[in-house]
Each structure stands twice: as structure tokens, then as C-alpha cells.
């Protein structure tokens, strides 16, 4: 097995634990991690609404 499979692995087993054992915790990572995305395409989308209106 190459390294790549078995980090891959390690960050499988690792979530799955730290959804287990801290179910709010990755909740509120992932509600963060939505939260980033959102706040990026939004500042897209301003961004290119800015460049074609003017």
C-alpha cells in the first residue's frame, strides 16, 4: 500500500472518530466551512456584477 492510501485512510478513521466523539464541534466546522464557501461566492459574484455593470 503507498503512503497516499494509507493518509487517506488516517483522514477516513479520523473523521469518523471526531464525528463520533464531537458531533456539535463538526457540525459547527462544517456550518463553518459552508459559512467560507458562501461568503466567497458571494464576494464572486460582486466582483463580477462590479466588472460588467460599469
Known amino acids: 500500500m503507498n ?3 494509507v493518509l ?8 469518523i472518530f471526531y464525528l463520533f466523539t464531537q458531533p456539535a464541534n463538526a ?3 462544517v456550518r463553518n466551512l459552508f459559512g467560507g464557501v458562501s461568503t466567497g461566492a ?3 459574484s460582486a466582483f463580477f456584477t462590479s466588472l460588467f455593470s460599469g
Open 8 to 15: 487517506t485512510y488516517l483522514v477516513i478513521a479520523f473523521v
Open 27 to 29: 457540525a459547527g466546522a
Open 42 to 44: 458571494e464576494r464572486l
Open 3 to 5: 503512503l497516499k492510501k
